[in-house]
């Protein structure tokens, strides 16, 4: 009975680390002085830079894999890596709230939960289903990321770790809806 307890706690006790340890680097994210933005990682890590520009884009992942999901197709899609737990996510969600306003029907909004085993499960399905599975495998743990796809393509158009700027988002956004 000890030992079943002792081992319980253990894996609860790693578990716990493991969601703490997730969050230190994808929130930790690298700051200006104006905005708290980080547009790309470190590509010595990741190799993964991916510019604003959606002409210009340096990135060597640069596409989630195929097109997107046939009910996604015609509009920008907005792919938020979001946990209940993370810093980032908290300082972009009025940003994100804005963004969902201003763009109701013109644009695509995906919240893809990794909070806890149970919501990333989830979020796994949902990935999969909209065609999105090689992003998420990828990305999952980015938490505060906002990524910007051409559905038609999965082209990633902008990348952008723990940034508040509307203006970031609605340059893309107004520029992939206009094609």
Same mark, same amino acid.
């Given at each position: ?32 002085? $104006? #905005? &708290? @933005? /980080? %547009? =790309? *990682? +470190? !590509?010595? $890590? #990741? &190799? @993964? /830079? %991916? =510019? *604003? +520009? !959606? ?5 060597? %992942? ?94 990633i158009l902008a990348q952008h770790k723990n940034n508040p700027n509307i203006a970031d988002y609605t340059q893309v956004l107004d520029s992939a809806i206009q094609q």
């Amino acid at each position: 009975m000890k030992v079943q307890y002792l081992a319980t706690l253990a894996s609860i006790s790693l578990l716990s680390f493991g969601a703490i340890a997730a969050c230190v680097n994808p929130c930790a994210a690298k700051t200006s002085s $104006n #905005t &708290g @933005t /980080e %547009v =790309s *990682t +470190n !590509p010595s $890590n #990741t &190799g @993964t /830079e %991916v =510019s *604003t +520009n !959606p002409g210009t884009s340096k990135s060597q %992942v640069n596409s989630v894999g195929a097109p997107l999901a046939e009910e996604l197709q015609g509009k920008p899609v907005v792919v938020d890596m979001f946990a209940t737990w993370c810093s980032a996510c908290k300082n972009i969600a009025p940003t994100l709230t804005q963004l969902k306003q201003n763009y109701e029907g013109k644009a695509n909004f995906i919240v893809l939960d990794v909070s806890d085993q149970s919501t990333t499960a989830e979020a796994e399905a949902k990935a999969k289903q909209l065609g999105l599975s090689q992003f998420f495998a990828a990305n999952k743990s980015k938490t505060g990321t906002v990524t910007i796809i051409d559905p038609a393509t999965g082209n990633i158009l902008a990348q952008h770790k723990n940034n508040p700027n509307i203006a970031d988002y609605t340059q893309v956004l107004d520029s992939a809806i206009q094609q």
